[in-house]
């Protein structure tokens, strides 16, 4: 029960971690994205001067800009923003629940059916948000994920015994 405890401690907090990191990158991105197509909109209103001279590059950029406004609601990428960041509140709360179901089971301060009945609720708990944002596909960015895996480990040996054989 220790290993699988561990297990879904670490995966948990990973999860929280990396979508926390996901709205960020989606926040900043959703920002770059508006911010384009204001300039865009409103600097095609202000320079009647380089229509005249460059209409072609001009008419190009202000398509795309009108494009890029219709389509930003079906970005998921962008839309998804809320859901990620309430995803990972909901992942670290689950995680503070299997840190204290570690530290009890470590302890052995409840035996080992109520340990199991809790790391069992807290496994449906992790499938109800799971089914939660079943519509939500959060991306897999390699180098992030790479990042988010050092600061997880970095934070589970700050967190955890240094003689735990599970501390990583």
């Not at 990396?18 to 320079?47: C, E, M, P, Q, W």
């Not at 800009?65 to 923003?81: A, R, T, V, W």
């Not at 309430?86 to 470590?106: A, G, I, P, T």
């Not at 600061?151 to 955890?160: G, I, M, P, R, S």
Request: aromatic share 14%.
């Amino acid at each position: 029960m220790r290993d699988r405890i561990w297990n879904n401690l670490s995966s948990i907090k990973f999860q929280s971690k990396y979508l926390d990191k996901i709205s960020r990158k989606s926040h900043n991105f959703g920002n770059i994205y508006s911010f384009f197509l204001a300039f865009t909109t409103a600097s095609s209103v202000a320079t009647w001067a380089i229509w005249e001279k460059s209409p072609l590059i001009w008419a190009t950029i202000v398509g795309i800009s009108q494009i890029l406004q219709i389509g930003k609601p079906y970005i998921p990428f962008i839309k998804n923003e809320r859901e990620f960041i309430e995803m990972s509140l909901l992942f670290e709360s689950l995680y503070l629940s299997y840190e204290k179901l570690w530290f009890d089971n470590e302890k052995l301060e409840k035996n080992e059916q109520i340990i199991e009945e809790q790391f069992y609720e807290l496994r449906r708990k992790e499938l109800d948000v799971n089914t939660q944002f079943k519509h939500i596909v959060c991306p897999e960015f390699k180098k992030l994920i790479n990042e988010v895996n050092i600061e997880t480990d970095n934070f589970l040996k700050t967190n955890f015994t240094v003689g735990d054989n599970h501390a990583r």
